[in-house]
């Protein structure tokens, strides 16, 4: 009955908006795409599942740019790395704001943030605040014991498992040594993991990364917010935000606590709060500012690293002449050394793996459509236009599967495409765009790739892994759980035999 009555209303605000439409003064020469239906748009031609599999079969249709609507929203989508290029390098001013998504405006303080601030002087001083201190060179080795120290805890969980040939989940095991690791890198915290405080973190961290990924009625469709109401979604996003910001509160109130003991490490929510009372902007750093940062890096920090390890092992189960030559080269350099633990300084010396990490991250970026930017003003992308305010998603996806780049397979899982070609992540390669590129592009780099290396090769040296109970590679499940981060949908079990190197 509920339904029918949302049903009802919603028509009659389409019909409404429908009616209230002003008639177009300008004409664009949009780029080609699906035949949009009056008042929806393309809204239910899209397919939720593997959204960048998805664009890529309409860029085949439509050509390496093309546009769909929702609502009245122009959206666009590149899938090729010359106008990859064209949109990260040349017009990369022109596309370094992000679009209005009333979910992202409210669970992030009113855009307090870096990653879904407007492209303004304000959000300007965030990011060179973000680039010089958070994310700086010097910062990311300062969390290095941290993210050794979990990689040693994370190999101890499995090597209980081996002891008795017992299946364990890569998927969860990597979700919570990430989680680990965030949680003492942004709040010096360091939890139980089974513990009732563990529990809730991850609890608003899943309802914080569901808003950024719900599509609000509102955005589309003006006249229709109130269906956002109806339909409960307002409601579970103000419960999810009050949740977040209870908790984060709690965080800052233990930061500041004069009695609270010197951490060991100074961490994020530290020097943002250092930050705040220091005021060393032309705008205000108010304490949502702290709350809003430091939620981007958790949220941005957890899934990406784990989700990047686990499609690696994915494919490595489905190449394993892959996986033997990078154990092999892994093994050896570390019987040389004399140990059983990798660390972050034997990883640079590691050439085969280096590619391997490269290579996961072309065959499955984990931000696959990178983060939406914003047109700022009409402008012309490959002798279309593109009206100010259009949607843009670079299909980062498809960018590494780009033929003209990649050769005739780019489907195949092959790390010396990275030793035959020089070519890396630091965006300025665009056929190779796991980070994104320009202005916008990602400054947690260096964190997410030392994040993701260490674990990755300590799984690799210590075990070899086989598919449980007699599951064949082509059975894996290869879709993914769609999200800011593209998780794969079904977690990667494995069964693990500890590796005797001596
Ligand atoms: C493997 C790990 C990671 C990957 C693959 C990744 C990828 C990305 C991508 C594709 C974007 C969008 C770039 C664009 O719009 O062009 C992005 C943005 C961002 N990432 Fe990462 N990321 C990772 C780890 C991290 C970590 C560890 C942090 C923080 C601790 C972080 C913080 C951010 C922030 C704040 C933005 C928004 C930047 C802005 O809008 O100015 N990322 N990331």
């Known amino acids: 009955m509920e339904d029918i009555t949302i049903a009802v209303v919603a028509l009659a605000a389409v019909l409404l908006f429908f009616l209230y439409q002003k008639p177009k003064t300008k004409r664009y020469k949009l780029p080609p795409g699906p035949t949009p239906l009056p ?26 740019i093309f546009s769909y609507k929702i609502g009245k929203k122009t959206m666009m989508v590149i899938s090729s790395a010359e106008l990859a290029k064209e949109l990260l390098k040349t017009q990369d001013v022109n596309f370094a704001d992000r679009p209005q998504h009333y979910g992202h405006e409210f669970i992030s303080y009113g855009r307090r943030d870096m990653a879904l601030n407007h492209y303004t002087p304000y959000y300007r001083e965030m990011r060179k605040m973000g680039m010089n201190h958070l994310f700086s060179p010097v910062r990311v080795a300062t ?35 990430t989680n680990s690791v965030v949680c003492r890198q942004a709040f010096g915290k360091k939890y139980n993991e089974e513990g009732e405080e563990m529990k809730r973190f991850i609890t608003i961290l899943y309802g914080t990364q569901s808003v950024l990924g719900k599509i609000f009625f509102c955005d589309f469709f003006p006249f229709c917010g109130f269906l956002d109401d109806l339909s409960g979604l307002t409601a579970y996003m103000k419960d999810c935000f ?32 250092e930050i705040y009372k220091e005021q060393p902007f032309n705008y205000e750093f108010t304490v949502d500012n702290v709350k809003a940062i430091v939620m981007d890096i958790v949220v941005a920090g957890t ?11 994915t494919y490595l189960m489905k190449y394993p002449h892959v996986l033997k030559k990078a154990q092999a080269e892994i093994r050896e350099y570390m019987r040389d ?19 391997l990490v490269k290579e996961t991250l072309r065959i499955e970026p984990v931000i696959p459509l990178l983060i939406p930017r914003a047109c700022i003003q009409d402008t012309k992308i490959a002798g279309y236009d593109i009206p100010a305010g259009t949607t843009v998603n670079v299909n980062a996806w498809a960018v590494s599967r780009d033929e003209k780049e990649w050769g005739p397979n780019p489907d195949e899982f092959r790390p010396e495409r990275f030793l035959e070609k020089d070519v890396d992540f630091k965006g300025t390669d665009y056929e190779f765009i796991p980070f994104g590129s320009g202005r916008r592009m990602c400054p947690g780099m260096r964190l997410g790739a030392a994040m993701l290396e260490v674990p990755y090769a300590n799984l690799l040296l210590n075990y070899n892994f086989r598919l449980p109970d007699g599951m064949k590679p082509d059975e894996i499940n290869m879709d993914v759980m769609t999200g800011l981060a593209m998780h794969k949908s079904q977690h990667l079990k494995l069964v693990p035999e500890k590796f005797k190197m001596y």
Do not use: C
Request: hydrophobic share 40%.
């Open 39 to 64: 008042v929806i748009g393309n809204l239910f031609q899209l397919e939720k599942l593997n959204p960048q599999r998805f664009f890529a079969g309409w860029a085949k249709k439509y050509g390496p």
């Open 143 to 177: 969390f290095k014991h941290v993210r050794e120290e979990e990689a040693r805890r994370l190999i101890y969980k499995i090597d209980k498992a081996a002891e008795k040939s017992e299946v364990v989940d890569i998927s969860e095991l990597m979700l919570t040594f």
């Open 242 to 273: 009050v949740r977040q910001d209870t908790y984060l509160q709690e965080v800052i109130n233990e930061a500041v606590d004069p009695k609270r003991a010197k951490p060991e490490t100074e961490s994020m929510i530290d020097l943002l709060m």
């Open 303 to 313: 899934d990406t690293a784990a989700a990047a390890v686990v499609w690696g092992m």
């Open 337 to 355: 050394r004399g140990s059983t633990f990798i660390t972050e300084d034997d990883v640079k010396n590691l050439t085969y793996f280096k590619a």
